[in-house]
Nanobody
């Protein structure tokens, strides 16, 4: 019912910035929460940030607070993750996710996932 496609990943030096986009298609709901997760090799998928489809309230992992900004343009059906002051520890595949009514910071809280986009931060 919902298809998510991430883009905008790439390679950047430490201290640089990237902006990820998540284009949503199919049926979307104003009550849905949208989120970004990331997964590095050998590690579990980790919550990054979440936002309501309708905008407004946001929620961030402590590791990215003050550096990353999640936003949404629901007329364009696109969720963004602006990543600033990037660190090598941010290197991961970044995934967009869509879920239900309840805020969640675990993968099982979300029903739909994109294929991911690679972000590599060099020292």
């Amino acid at each position: 019912q919902v298809q998510l496609v991430e883009s905008g990943g790439g390679m950047v030096q430490a201290g640089g910035s990237l902006r990820l986009s998540c284009a949503a298609s199919g049926r979307t709901f104003s009550s849905y929460r949208m989120a970004w997760f990331r997964q590095a090799p050998g590690k579990e998928r980790e919550f990054v940030a979440a936002i309501r489809w309708s905008g407004g309230s946001t929620y961030y992992a402590d590791s990215v607070k003050g550096r990353f900004i999640i936003s949404i343009d629901n007329h364009k059906n696109t969720v963004y993750l602006q990543m600033n002051s990037l660190k090598p520890e941010d290197t991961a595949v970044y995934y967009c996710a869509a879920g239900g009514l309840i805020w969640s910071n675990v993968p099982n809280g979300y029903d739909y996932w994109g294929q991911g986009t690679q972000v590599t931060v060099s020292s």
